[in-house]
């Protein structure tokens, strides 16, 4: 896949205001780009993946980061540590305060993640697509709701659906739709939560994840849906009726002409 042409036509049909971002999961052993900017070592922060991937699509930059490098919920929804058995009862979280959950409503939420095998993978890598220099396993999109109707619309209608299932998430929202991406191999529609919203995601904004393997069926379907003419962004308005002005206004264009 051209990374760099899907990018170009992203631009073209959607105009996105940030990088679309390209992320893989990374087995253990596997080289990471030259230039990968790694929290902790060659950049002096401490962060979370939803915040790696802010500076992603906000800077340009590709960042790598460990298991020690994410919040908990993100580390047992990429399988980058271990579900003991405190957490997935809900008892560590009740006991520690989280979200002022009791023990079962922790364990609920926990139960809700969709989960990567533990040990599978050893770091999150994430790159801007046009510069991604990896095969990535999905593409994410932020965008308004305008831009992210286009993009579904283009996946569906050229197979004749009209409905896509959504799992909407008030958490570890990166569990839905890196997570479960991969696990389903379909598109995940996403809320942007209070990670993100901490880590510069705006009110406006949604995101839309997108297996690797069907960038390239997205890409025929919004050069399908802006060729129709009507399902395109900037979304057409209707402006095919008589300008209205303030009082007096016709009378002075009158006297001018005459």
């Excluded at 960042?63 to 020690?68: G, K, V, Y």
């Excluded at 095969?135 to 004749?160: E, F, K, M, N, R």
Aim: aromatic residues 10%.
């Amino acid at each position: 896949m051209d990374l760099a042409k899907v990018n170009k036509d992203l631009n073209r049909f959607l105009r996105p205001q940030s990088y679309p971002v390209a992320l893989r999961m990374c087995a253990p052993g596997e080289k990471i780009p030259q230039g990968a900017k790694i929290p902790g070592q060659n950049l002096d922060l401490s962060l979370s993946v939803c915040h790696a991937i802010a500076m992603t699509r906000r800077y340009g930059w590709t960042m790598a980061l460990d298991r020690s490098q994410t919040c908990w919920g993100a580390a047992l929804g990429l399988g980058l540590a271990p579900l003991k058995p405190d957490v997935a009862d809900g008892t560590r979280q009740a006991e520690l305060g989280v979200w002022r959950h009791p023990k079962e409503a922790a364990a609920a939420f926990v139960d809700s993640f969709s989960k990567l095998d533990y040990g599978k993978y050893e770091r999150v890598l994430t790159a801007p697509l046009e510069r991604a220099d990896f095969d990535p396993h999905l593409i994410l999109i932020y965008g308004s709701p305008a831009q992210i109707w286009v993009l579904v619309s283009a996946y569906l209608l050229p197979q004749h659906k009209f409905t896509m299932n959504a799992t909407l998430s008030i958490g570890a929202g990166c569990t839905t739709y890196i997570a479960k991406t991969m696990i389903t191999g379909e598109p995940q529609f996403g809320l942007v939560g209070i990670g993100e919203r901490f880590n510069n995601a705006q009110d406006h904004e949604c995101v839309l994840a997108i297996p690797a393997s069907k960038m390239e069926m997205f890409m025929h379907g919004l050069a399908y849906v802006s060729k129709a003419g009507f399902i395109r962004y900037p979304i057409l308005g209707f402006l095919r009726y008589d300008s209205e002005h303030p009082e007096g206004y016709r009378e002075i264009l009158e006297h001018l002409q005459a």
